[in-house]
């Protein structure tokens, strides 16, 4: 019995020791890594929950937080453009959220970049309430998918039917399109998204202006009257007489004529467009604040987001367009995980990568092994999605992010003072 005793404790302590040898490869972290939260716009309303952010960052390691502003065409900031959000109702109107957290977060030395959802607008479960909302101002900016658009090209733009019949079925659609978008055809609506994204840099001492939903929602949008008008323009030059006057008389009885003669083109025409709204909303970004950085979130494989979400981000990077493309490598499979961060490191060339993780549904091992791969794999940093999530009192383990701080940032116990909640 003594000498089983004596086994267990030699095989415990060699797996402790193990256990300590391997902890310094674990934690070994450079020195410039952006390790950084996306916060939801939910915990940034009220001071105290800006504070609680800040201070569970600042405990536990994180040097970045991409904190959601613009959620659905509304401001968690102090905007001349569009409506405060209404989530800041009973707070005082002097209340600006993000100055809040970048003086809070830049005194703890965190750096605080504005997550901008840029074509999502509106859920469609619930339109918003002010009306002064883009999507009651200019519902003719909005997109439309194919399935619908030859019944809402015969109602009025300015009808209520007309953002009704565009919410009703995209409340029947919501496992796959998330709320209604603004398209990056319309000139008038891809101005307005310049005026926002311009505006935030020019008021805020931000370090970044972080986009998401920089795409289409899938490639059966935007099918709305003024985009597929658009596109005829487009082309008809590009015909001699004959083929036009077959076209425009085929356009009369049927919306999707153009489109439907030439789908490589309209994949490449509705592409394009998106990628020269990129390129103004970068000039917008640096002639208000040069040292910002305009970094985009991203479907993690650059093909699907080209051939289906129309997000040719691959080009973004070629072209100097992004600073730092971040993979939404949100897959719950590590194969798979080094995969996509492994490509997206190849596209990146000597631009940064920051690899998304969704922690929120991994185990803080998981997590914590998908950082130690994008290490591995030569990324600049990672983005965890999502701060909110992982503090949230139903979160399985008892504290994620100080598992994931101990583990992979080599944060010692001590600094685990305070509470995230």
Same mark, same amino acid.
């Given at each position: 019995?003594?000498?089983?005793?004596?086994?267990i404790? !030699?095989?415990?302590?060699? /797996?402790?020791w193990?256990l300590?040898?391997?902890?310094p490869v674990? @934690?070994?972290?450079l020195?410039?890594e952006?390790?950084?939260? #996306?916060v939801l716009? @939910?915990?940034?309303? *009220?001071?105290?929950s800006i504070?609680?952010?800040?201070l569970t960052a600042h405990?536990?390691?994180?040097?970045? /937080?991409?904190?959601?502003?613009?959620?659905?065409g509304?401001?968690?900031?102090?905007s001349?453009i569009?409506?405060?959000?209404?989530?800041?109702?009973?707070?005082?109107?002097a209340f %600006?959220p /993000?100055? @809040?957290?970048?003086?809070?977060?830049?005194?703890?030395?965190?750096r605080?970049?504005a997550?901008?959802?840029?074509?999502?607008v509106?859920?469609?479960?619930?339109?918003?309430a002010?009306?002064?909302h883009?999507v009651?101002?200019?519902?003719?900016?909005l997109?439309v998918p194919? %399935?619908?658009a030859q019944?809402?090209?015969r109602?009025?733009p300015?009808?209520p039917?007309y953002?009704?019949?565009?919410?009703?079925w995209t409340?029947?659609?919501?496992?796959?399109?998330?709320?209604l978008?603004a398209?990056? !055809?319309?000139?008038?609506a891809?101005a307005y998204?310049?005026r926002v994204?311009g505006?935030l840099?020019?008021? =805020?001492a931000?370090d970044?202006?972080h986009?998401?939903?920089?795409r289409?929602? +899938?490639?059966?949008?935007d099918?709305s009257?003024?985009a597929?008008?658009a596109?005829?323009?487009?082309?008809?030059?590009?015909?001699t007489?004959?083929e036009?006057?077959?076209?425009?008389?085929?356009? %009369?009885?049927? !919306?999707?004529a153009y489109?439907?003669r &030439?789908?490589?083109e #309209?994949?490449?025409f509705?592409? @394009?467009r998106?990628?020269?709204?990129m390129?103004?909303l970068r000039?917008?970004v640096?002639?208000?604040?040069?040292d910002?950085?305009?970094t985009?979130?991203?479907a993690?494989?650059?093909q699907?987001?080209?051939?289906l979400?129309l997000q040719d981000w691959r080009t973004w990077?070629? +072209?100097?367009?992004?600073?730092?493309i971040?993979?939404?490598?949100y897959t719950q499979e590590?194969?798979?995980?080094?995969e996509?961060?492994r490509t997206?490191r190849?596209i990146?060339?000597?631009?940064?990568?920051?690899?998304?993780?969704?922690?929120?549904r991994?185990?803080?091992?998981q997590?914590?092994?998908?950082i130690?791969t994008g290490r591995r794999?030569?990324?600049?940093?990672?983005?965890l &999605?999502? =701060?909110?999530?992982?503090i949230a009192?139903?979160?399985a383990a008892?504290? =994620?992010?100080?598992?994931? *701080?101990?583990n992979? &940032?080599?944060r010692?116990?001590?600094a685990d003072?305070g509470s995230?909640?």
């Open positions: 019995m003594r000498l089983r005793r004596a086994a404790a !030699l095989a415990v302590s060699g /797996l402790v193990a300590g040898a391997a902890q674990a @934690t070994r972290v020195p410039d952006v390790r950084a939260l #996306w716009r @939910t915990s940034l309303t *009220s001071a105290a504070d609680a952010l800040v405990e536990r390691g994180f040097n970045a /937080l991409l904190v959601q502003v613009r959620g659905r509304d401001a968690y900031y102090a001349d569009e409506p405060r959000a209404a989530d800041l109702v009973r707070q005082p109107a %600006d /993000l100055a @809040t957290v970048i003086r809070a977060a830049h005194d703890a030395n965190i605080v970049h997550w901008v959802n840029l074509n999502l509106s859920s469609a479960a619930d339109l918003p002010a009306r002064e883009l009651y101002r200019h519902p003719e900016w997109m194919r %399935d619908i019944d809402v090209a109602i009025d300015t009808s039917g953002i009704g019949k565009l919410a009703r409340r029947a659609q919501s496992e796959t399109v998330e709320g978008y398209s990056p !055809l319309h000139p008038d891809a998204a310049q994204v505006d840099a020019a008021r =805020y931000v970044g202006i986009l998401d939903y920089a289409y929602p +899938n490639d059966r949008f099918y009257r003024y597929i008008a596109f005829r323009q487009e082309m008809r030059p590009r015909l007489a004959a036009r006057a077959s076209l425009d008389a085929a356009h %009369d009885v049927d !919306l999707f489109p439907d &030439f789908p490589g #309209w994949k490449t509705r592409r @394009t998106l990628s020269a709204l390129t103004r000039g917008a640096k002639r208000a604040r040069p910002a950085m305009f985009v979130a991203a993690p494989d650059a699907e987001a080209f051939d979400r990077i070629e +072209n100097g367009v992004i600073d730092a971040c993979p939404m490598a590590p194969a798979r995980f080094a996509q961060i997206a190849e990146a060339g000597a631009r940064a990568v920051w690899a998304g993780i969704g922690a929120y991994l185990t803080p091992a997590t914590i092994e998908n130690q794999l030569g990324v600049n940093g990672f983005v &999605f999502s =701060y909110d999530s992982l009192p139903t979160q008892p504290d =994620y992010l100080a598992t994931v *701080s101990r992979a &940032f080599g010692p116990r001590s003072t995230s909640r």
